[in-house]
Every structure is written in structure tokens, then in C-alpha cells.
């Protein structure tokens, strides 16, 4: 019997079943759609959403990876996520440096300048991008896409290298300079490795973003393909549709891993410091 | 020789707050120096613009007679231990301790090994390859101390060292830094807000309110011939008696002190009187508190014209009297000390 | 490089240090030029763009942008009634989301908070956060599976026998539709799951932050657990619902995607901005109609703040 003190569940204060049953199929309810993407990756029915699936196979998997269009689509989307984290981990970690140390005019102007892109709804933040472009008689392709995801990934490494560096103590760096190390030898030394998880997490945070993003990519891309472009045209094509399963896991994969680890390295930076 | 710290008409302001105030001092070469003060009185601030983390509003300051009044704090010859000690965590004892020498870019086995002298200094060689998180607070300060004394600095600033240090671990560091000073050699100065701590360590002791020196005088002479009211209050504690009571015990309104151990009360009958009314000056009051402190015993008298006396005492029948008792307070008129 | 030239390049290095080290205003511009150039650039620019573009027209003959600020794109987008009638659909299925969001979300949250003990509470915490972190399409595309025609939902349906009441939602007009997939019934399902999250976090933050001794008096002057939850903690946590609903709203309010995929005939904003940017070319509608959101989401973000979401979030 575990002791009372730690749960905060008293005599007067109990659950009903209803209560209990409804938070836990709630819970449950959330993640069913995942559950449903593994199974269908794997069933041997190539037509239809045949339910439940006569039988499982690898044999989509290997198909997939035969695809060149699939390939190309991956390659760039990775390329994509790739320079795009760079940038933003750029820019976020400039952003931090300057907000977590100052008091100066325009903060506030700047912290909701930088949550913007992720405030007003992708579709705004699309066609905007694509206005831009447009006038300015560009074409939209690669660069435009890494421009676009540039943007709203700022403020995913900003928010974690910020939190970090505020938890720096002021005294850690005056010591540095105190015993005889000038500016850009302290933030070598002493800042950067304090920022190290928060930049990987905040990176890994972005790539997942980049990599999985759809919505405002539809309108930056012009006629490239990232991998959920590929994904949308497919989903309108009931031919091959178990290759989009897999497809579909591939894309699930590649965004959660990162965003996991994300999670765990903040979580062991708290209790760390 | 050139004074190792010199400060001329230093300013620093917060705003409209006057942190310091026109201060001038001058530090010499191998003195152990003392900054007290309350909280919020400048001496950290003072500290802070010696070590460069600050830069002064007005005025110049001086090392070996340079002026460093521009110079950023890794061009000074001056090394701070902080308050919060301010260890890296990411660096191993060992590694802290060097961090002086890896920033000069010196050889990585002669880092180690001036490292490790410096921990024998401090009586922690064994712990060379520990984490901070993994020392206790008194262990943690000593390395602080290695890595400050690591360059050989002319000077040493420690804000506050003592702090967080229970007492017998305290009364031991202030042994130890007093001897690790005479043997270094080099001047110390080193901020605190315990007058018992900076009495007992320091040669000179600058005593500092609302951003301005009150006094600058060796421990013997604060205690004994304070020059204001403030410094006879916060060094000591001493009575101090101004206004109308010092016009009508003195003739002037002028105000003075008196310490405490040099007042002395008398029960109101005893008849064994102890110097003559001439070299005496004698007060009637009522007994408010005693507080007994092993070697001494306090009283709180409440004179009869209203102020509030201590008087302490070895004298076992102080212990006695009761709270509510009339007794006749009296000092010897060589013991009152003029304030400005 | 000679030990001459290499100390020369660390003097340089470290002179410019002391010089942003006693000029912290230079170091801070320094730092700030790049992230600020950027973003008044790329994004403010492209705002500004798309302002400016739903002040202008395309002229019907050329199909071609006429360069001239005018209200007439505006005008259109506010005064057809197939325009209208988008307008309303979309903001309707906001409305409804955001509501049925937060009647789900809240006895989740409640037992996350109040029951659950410490180790049931992370399961919960990382239970509810893990679905945000899936892939947005790759969810949308799961439930298209799950409710298509032989798809899960009426598998499950038809083994309970319950097919006449699957028939029967489908068949009420309007929201009803062939199949769940292409539905308004579907999309809203679909909808609710997306941003079910969204509405359960600021919840549980809310309720976390209802002191236990306000649940304790409750409890000590007779009200049963049902009673402390209406009266008590509900008002309590109303903040946290709007900060949720906030989330609901802008992005139901703005999704094409789902509408598209899991959807009935009707178009939403979203889809009415990507089809006319795309196909039909004509940016200045499509610029226009992304106000709309812009607007409707900047009224709601006034009411939210009047509930006091912003002290909660």
C-alpha cells in the first residue's frame, strides 16, 4: 500500500469511474491515428482501406525504396531541414545572445517579432512569402523553401538557447574575463559549452519543424518537391496508396526521433545546469 | 613606492542612486585591506570597479600607480574570488583552477603542474579531478581561492568570502587567509558586512555608508576613537549620546561615545562608590534586559530621560539584577569619545 | 604564420574584444543586425507585400494585377455571397472546434491534475504532448484511413452493429455527407483531434495553478467532488480555456489542408487563398481573403485577453 502522501487522492476528493474512463480513452483516443499508420504500412491490400488488413508484408518497404521520385523528394527535403536548422541556429543564438543579457528599448517589439511567423496562421504566413516572391520576380524553388522555413525556425532555437543563457550566472563570466580571458575566449570557453544542449535540442527541434512542414512550403516551393509535397499530391491518388503508408512512416520516423531527443536533453538540462 | 590601489574622487551612479559617491582611498602594497559597510553602502560596488567588471562614472583609478580606469577586467592585475565562488561546472577542479594559464594559452603539463601546486596551497591536492557540484561549500571556496591566486596577481579581491561558511568553518578560513596572505605577500582587499570579521583580519579597515567613506583608520583606532556616529554604532556597537542629554551631561550637544564594556552600573543603595563624582559622569535609569554571553553580560538600561544605554560586564553581580531594577549608570568621563 | 604575425592577429582579435566590451551598444547592434535584417526583410517584407497586394485588383479582361489601391478586392471578398458563405463556414467549424475541444479537454486535464498520481501524471504530460510532435500530414492522412468508407471507424461500427447509426449521421443534411472522409462531420472530428493538445496544455497549466486548499474548503463545507468542479475550479480555469482556445480558433481558422483532405465540397478561407494564388492567379484575392483571418483572429485575441488567457499562457 503505497502511503497516501503521494497521492493526492483523499476519501472526500476520489475519481468516479466515469471521470477515470473518460480521461484514459481520451488519452488513448490521441494516439490511435499513429497506431493505425504502422499497421497499414505493413498490410498485403493494395486498393483499398480494407479494414481489418488481410495480411502484413514487408514488401511496400522495399518498393518505396525503389522510387527515385520518392529519393529525390527525401534528398531534398533533408537538404531543406538541413541548412535551414543551420540558419535558424545562426540567427535564434545571435537573437539569444543579445536578449538574455541586456535591458534595452524594443525588447518586447523583438520577442513578438520573432514569435510571429509561428502566431499568424501558416496560410498567412504563405501567401505572404509568395507575394513577396512574386514581386520581387523571383522564382520560388529551393531557396525560397529554406528562406520560408528559415523564418519560423528562428524562434524554436531562440526560445531554448534563451531560457539557457538566462540560467547563466553574470558572475561565471566576469570570473572568465576576471582571470584573464577576453570576450571571444569566454564565450568559447565558458558560454558555448553551456549553450551546447540547448543549441542541440533547439537544432533538432528545427529540423523536425523544417522537415515535416507542409503548409506554408505549398506556397514557396513552386515546382519542387519536398517529401510532404510529395505525400499531399499522393494522398489524392488512390494508386500505390501503401507505398504512401510507408511513406507516411518514413515522415513520422524522421520528425519524432529528433523531437524526442529534443525533449530528453532539455528535460536532463533542467535537472543538470 | 606606488601605492598598490589607488582610488582619486571615484563616482558611480545608478541612476539617480549615488552607489559611490566621490571616494578616495589609497591601498598599499601588501596590506591586508577591509571594506565594511552595510548593504547598499558601496563597497562591493568599490570592489567591482578595482577588479574592472564596473566602470567608474567620474574620477580615475589607480594600479602601481597606472591608471586602469579603461582597461577591461582580463587587463588588470587584479584577481577576484566572488561570492558565489563562481566555479565552472563543466571544468574539473584541476581545470578551473588552470583557467587562468589555458587563457594565456601556457603549455597544458606546466598548467597542470601549477595547478596542482596551487591546490596543495589550499590543502585540496587530492581533489583535483572532483566536479564542483561534487565539493562542500568550504571546499569549493579554497578552490576559488587557487584559481584566483593562480596568475600571481598583485592583488586579491574577495567579495564577501566568508559568507555562506558556518561558524567554526569561518573562524578557520579567517586563520587560514590571514596566513596565506603573510606568506604571499600581496595586498588584499576584501569586502564584508561582519565588523567582527574585518576587526580581526584587516591592518586598515575603510568603513563605508551611502557611498562614502566614514572612516579609514586601523581596527584599534575605529574601535577606539570612532570619528562619527556612524562608525562608533556599526563598529562595536558603542552607546552613543547626543542632543539633549549630551548638552545637559557635557555642556555641549556635541554627540560621543561610550562603549559599553567602559559602563558600568551601581544599585542605587550601594554605598561602595567607585571613582569620584569628578572623573565620573552619572546617569539613573531602570534595568530593561540582561542577556547573559558566557565571558560578559549585557544590560539594556533605560535612562530616565529616555535613551536606551548598553552596558557589558564580567562582573557576576550584574548577572543578578533584576529586570525593572533602578540602578545608577556611570562612566568615566576618559572614556567618552567625541563624534563629529 | 610566423610567431609575429600570429600575435598580431590575437592583438587585433583582442583589442576588438575590449572595444565591444566597453561599448556594449556596438556589441549589441552587432549581434541583432543579422536576426533583424532578416526578418524585416523576409518577413515583414512579405507582409507588407501582402498588404499591399489585397489593396489592389485584378482587372477581369487581362487578367493581369492593376497596380492601384482600391477597396474593390476587399469589397468582393466581403459582399459575394459565395464569399460570405465561405467566411461563415469557416469561422463556424472554428466556433465548434474550439468548443468540443474544450468539453474533451477538460476531464482529460482535470485527472491529469487532480488524480493522477506523480508517475500516471508524466505518462499523461508526455501521453499528451507525444501527438504534437507527430507529423501534422502524416495524422491528417491517418485519419483519412480511419474513416473512409471501409475504412476502421465503420469497420468497428458495422461489427457493433451499429451501421444504421453511422447511416444516420451521414445522412443529415448538410454536415452529412457520402462517406465520414468527406464530410463535415469528418473534417470536424478530424479537427478536434488535430488541436486537442493545443487546449489540454494551458488547461492543465490553469488547473495546476488552482490551490488544493480552495478544493479542500470546498470539500470541508459539503460540496461533493461534481459540485467543486462547476462552482470552483471551472471559473478558476477559465483563463486556461481561453489561452487553449486561442490555438483552436487561428488554426482551425486557417487550415486548408485538412478541408481539403478530409473534406466536404465546401471551401474554407485557407483553401480560397491557395486556389486563388494558384490556379486562378489572382494574388489580390487571394491577399485579401488572408486578411480575414488576420482580422477575425486579432478580435478573438481582444476577447481572449478580456478572459485573461494572456496571464495564463
Same mark, same amino acid.
Given at each position: ?73 527525401? $534528398?531534398?527535403?533533408? /537538404?531543406? %531541414?538541413? =541548412? ?7 540567427? &535564434?543564438?545571435? #537573437?539569444?545572445? +543579445? ?5 534595452? $528599448?524594443?525588447?518586447? /517589439?523583438? %520577442?513578438? =517579432? ?7 496562421? &501558416?496560410?498567412? #504566413?504563405?501567401? +505572404? ?44 563570466i566576469?570570473a572568465s574575463m576576471d582571470l584573464g580571458a577576453d570576450g571571444w575566449q569566454t564565450f568559447r570557453f565558458i ?83 | ?72 577586467p582580463y ?24 583557467y587562468g594559464?589555458r587563457v594565456r ?236 | ?313
Amino acid at each position: 500500500m503505497r502511503s497516501d502522501r503521494s497521492r493526492r487522492v483523499h476519501a472526500w476528493n476520489k475519481p468516479s469511474l466515469g471521470a477515470r474512463i473518460a480521461a484514459y480513452t481520451g488519452l488513448a483516443f490521441m494516439h490511435v491515428p499513429v497506431l493505425v499508420i504502422l499497421l497499414y504500412a505493413f498490410t498485403t491490400d493494395d486498393r483499398t482501406y480494407a479494414f481489418p488488413p488481410p495480411g502484413l508484408t514487408l514488401r511496400w518497404f522495399e518498393a518505396a525504396f525503389a522510387r527515385s521520385d520518392i529519393w529525390t523528394a527525401l $534528398r531534398l527535403s533533408l /537538404s531543406v %531541414a538541413a =541548412l535551414a536548422t543551420v540558419s535558424s541556429l545562426i540567427l &535564434g543564438s545571435l #537573437t539569444a545572445l +543579445a536578449m538574455s543579457r541586456a535591458k534595452f $528599448r524594443g525588447k518586447e /517589439s523583438i %520577442a513578438f =517579432l520573432l514569435i510571429l511567423p509561428i502566431a499568424l496562421p &501558416g496560410i498567412v #504566413t504563405g501567401i +505572404a512569402l509568395l507575394t513577396a516572391i512574386k514581386s520581387v520576380a523571383i522564382d520560388p524553388g529551393f531557396w525560397t523553401i529554406v528562406a520560408g522555413h528559415t523564418t519560423f525556425c528562428v524562434v524554436i532555437v531562440y526560445n531554448n538557447v534563451v531560457a539557457r543563457l538566462r540560467r547563466l550566472p553574470r558572475s561565471w563570466i566576469e570570473a572568465s574575463m576576471d582571470l584573464g580571458a577576453d570576450g571571444w575566449q569566454t564565450f568559447r570557453f565558458i558560454v558555448l559549452p553551456q549553450m551546447a544542449t540547448a543549441l542541440l535540442a533547439g537544432g533538432m527541434l528545427a529540423f523536425a519543424l523544417s522537415f515535416d512542414e507542409i503548409i506554408v512550403t505549398l506556397f514557396t516551393a513552386g515546382h519542387e518537391r519536398t517529401l510532404p509535397i510529395w505525400f499531399f499530391n499522393e494522398l489524392f491518388r488512390p494508386r500505390e496508396r501503401p507505398i504512401t503508408n510507408v511513406v507516411a512512416v518514413i515522415v513520422m520516423v524522421v520528425t519524432f526521433i529528433p523531437i524526442l531527443l529534443a525533449y530528453y536533453l532539455t528535460r536532463a538540462g533542467d535537472d543538470g545546469g | 613606492m606606488a601605492a598598490a590601489i589607488e582610488f582619486r574622487n571615484v563616482a558611480r551612479n545608478y541612476g539617480e542612486v549615488r552607489a559611490v559617491d566621490g571616494v578616495s582611498l589609497s591601498i598599499a602594497q601588501g596590506e591586508f585591506f577591509a571594506m565594511l559597510g552595510p548593504s547598499g553602502s558601496g563597497k562591493t560596488t568599490c570592489l567591482r570597479l578595482i577588479a574592472g567588471f564596473e566602470a567608474p562614472d567620474g574620477g580615475s583609478i589607480l594600479l602601481d600607480g597606472q591608471d586602469v580606469t579603461d582597461r577591461a577586467p582580463y587587463e588588470r592585475d587584479v584577481n577576484t574570488v566572488f561570492q558565489d565562488y563562481a566555479l565552472f561546472p563543466h571544468m574539473t577542479v584541476l581545470q578551473n583552477v588552470a583557467y587562468g594559464l589555458r587563457v594565456r594559452k601556457v603549455p597544458r603539463d606546466e598548467q597542470r603542474r601549477r595547478a596542482l601546486e596551487m591546490l596543495e596551497l589550499v590543502k585540496l591536492s587530492a581533489l583535483g579531478d572532483r566536479r564542483p557540484s561534487q565539493l562542500s561549500g568550504g571546499q569549493r571556496q579554497r578552490v576559488s581561492l587557487a584559481r584566483a591566486l593562480i596568475n600571481h596577481p598583485r592583488v586579491l579581491l574577495l567579495d564577501e568570502p566568508l559568507g555562506a561558511l558556518d561558524l567554526k568553518l569561518r573562524e578557520e578560513m579567517q586563520i587560514e587567509l590571514k596566513n596565506l596572505q603573510r606568506r604571499l605577500g600581496i595586498t588584499f582587499v576584501f569586502v564584508t558586512h561582519d565588523q567582527g570579521e574585518a576587526l580581526s583580519m584587516a591592518d586598515r579597515v575603510a568603513v563605508f555608508n551611502q557611498g562614502k567613506i566614514e572612516q579609514l583608520d586601523t581596527p584599534r583606532a575605529l574601535y577606539t576613537q570612532p570619528i562619527t556616529t556612524f562608525v562608533a554604532r556599526f563598529v562595536g556597537g558603542a552607546n552613543v549620546i547626543e542632543g539633549e542629554l549630551a548638552q545637559r551631561l557635557r555642556g555641549s550637544p556635541q554627540p560621543f561615545a561610550v562603549r559599553a564594556e567602559n559602563v558600568r552600573l551601581r544599585k542605587m543603595d550601594d554605598t561602595v562608590s567607585g571613582q569620584p563624582e569628578s572623573q565620573c559622569t552619572r546617569c539613573p535609569g531602570t534595568v530593561m534586559d540582561v542577556q547573559y554571553h558566557g565571558a560578559t553580560t549585557r544590560c539594556q538600561v533605560r535612562l530616565d530621560s529616555g535613551e536606551l544605554v548598553s552596558a557589558a560586564s564580567t562582573d557576576a553581580d550584574v548577572a543578578i539584577l533584576p529586570a525593572g531594577a533602578a540602578v545608577m549608570v556611570e562612566w568615566p568621563h576618559a572614556a567618552a569619545v567625541t563624534l563629529r | 604564420m610566423t610567431a609575429a604575425v600570429a600575435s598580431n592577429a590575437a592583438g587585433v582579435f583582442r583589442r576588438a574584444a575590449t572595444f565591444l566590451y566597453r561599448r556594449p551598444n556596438v556589441y549589441l547592434a552587432l549581434l541583432l543586425i543579422p536576426p533583424l535584417l532578416w526578418f524585416g526583410t523576409v518577413y515583414l517584407g512579405s507582409l507588407f507585400a501582402l498588404l499591399a497586394n489585397s489593396f489592389y485588383a485584378i482587372d477581369e479582361f487581362t487578367a493581369k494585377i492593376v497596380y492601384q489601391p482600391t477597396l474593390a478586392t476587399f469589397k468582393q471578398v466581403v459582399t459575394q455571397p459565395a464569399h460570405i458563405d465561405i467566411i461563415l463556414r469557416t469561422l463556424v467549424m472554428a466556433v465548434a472546434v474550439t468548443i468540443a475541444c474544450a468539453i474533451i479537454a477538460l476531464p482529460i486535464a482535470n485527472y491529469m491534475v487532480r488524480y493522477a498520481s506523480p508517475r500516471r501524471k508524466a505518462l499523461f504530460y508526455v501521453g499528451v504532448m507525444l501527438p504534437m510532435w507527430m507529423s501534422y500530414l502524416v495524422k491528417v492522412y491517418a485519419w483519412r484511413l480511419i474513416l473512409a468508407k471501409q475504412g476502421i471507424l465503420s469497420w468497428i461500427l458495422e461489427s457493433c452493429g451499429l451501421q444504421g447509426v453511422l447511416d444516420a449521421v451521414l445522412g443529415i443534411p448538410a454536415i452529412g455527407g457520402p462517406s465520414l472522409s468527406s464530410s463535415y462531420i469528418g473534417m470536424f472530428i478530424v479537427f478536434v483531434y488535430m488541436w486537442l493538445p493545443y487546449m489540454i496544455l494551458p488547461l492543465a497549466a490553469a488547473l495546476e495553478r488552482v490551490p488544493e486548499s480552495l478544493l479542500q474548503a470546498s470539500a470541508d463545507l459539503g460540496a461533493r467532488p461534481r459540485q467543486t468542479f462547476w462552482n470552483v475550479v471551472l471559473p478558476l480555469v477559465v483563463p486556461g480555456l481561453a489561452a487553449g482556445s486561442v490555438f483552436t480558433f487561428s488554426l482551425t481558422l486557417g487550415d486548408y489542408i485538412i478541408p481539403s483532405v478530409v473534406g466536404a465540397p465546401g471551401y474554407f478561407i485557407g483553401m480560397m487563398v491557395y486556389q486563388q494564388q494558384g490556379t486562378a492567379g489572382n494574388i489580390p484575392l487571394a491577399a485579401a481573403f488572408s486578411v480575414v483571418p488576420i482580422v477575425l483572429i486579432m478580435i478573438y485575441l481582444q476577447l481572449a485577453k478580456r478572459a485573461g488567457a494572456f496571464d495564463a499562457l
